[in-house]
């Protein structure tokens, strides 16, 4: 079993990473608020002072965080996982974060000869609980199937849909999808009742 990091422990990442422990899964964590990382040491986790040192003792690193700025600081910023990262080890960005960053992360990582993975979910914090997310999968075939374990802990339902980037347009799509399914019962007129069912 390899080791596992993670970075990023809020209300998702905490959920998470509690049930990558809760399958005996050794975990190292990191967050800007250490205190959220120590509630996770209570449960078997080892804390981390910085992203990289998370990198160091991990074989794959897991983040979950807030959105692009704080990917590409916590991946490829100073004290980050490239800084820490041995070639071989795998970084899968969970986050919701943008395409065209996913892709260059990846590339970035590849040049020093780590893998990585772009892997946003749906199915919000009852999910990220739950162990029930949905986990869209961007990258290499073998990353995937190295990560497939990890992510059939945290989610039910997870598919790989092409190569970098690709986790994060699926995700985008879902997104629009669902403010348009929305949208649209917002608009449905209701009979025998003024006005529309979402009004």
């Known amino acids: 079993m390899e080791n596992v990091g993670f970075v990023g422990l809020g209300i998702m990442g905490a959920a998470m990473a509690g049930n990558l422990l809760e399958a005996e ?22 804390v981390a002072a910085s992203p990289r040192e998370v990198a160091q003792t991990s074989d794959v690193v897991i983040t ?30 969970m986050s919701t974060s943008s395409p065209l960053l996913a892709r260059q992360l990846a590339s970035m990582a590849r040049e020093r000869g780590v ?43 997870v598919v790989h849909v092409g190569g970098a980037g690709a986790g994060q347009v699926v995700k985008a799509c879902n997104q629009i999808v669902v403010a348009l399914v929305i949208e649209a019962v917002a608009e449905t007129p209701c009979p025998g009742l003024e006005g529309r069912c979402g009004s």
């Open 25 to 46: 899964h050794e975990l190292v964590v990191h967050n800007r608020t250490r205190t959220k990382a120590e509630q996770l040491a209570q449960h078997g986790a080892r």
């Open 64 to 93: 979950m965080l807030p959105g692009p700025p704080e990917v590409e600081e916590v991946v490829a910023g100073e004290g980050g996982l490239l800084e820490g990262a041995a070639e071989g080890s795998l970084i899968v960005d």
């Open 115 to 157: 893998r990585m993975l772009d892997g946003p979910v749906s199915g919000g914090d009852v999910g990220a609980r739950d162990g029930t997310l949905s986990i869209m999968v961007g990258g290499e075939d073998e990353d995937f199937e190295r990560a497939r374990p990890l992510f059939e802990v945290m989610g039910e339902t």
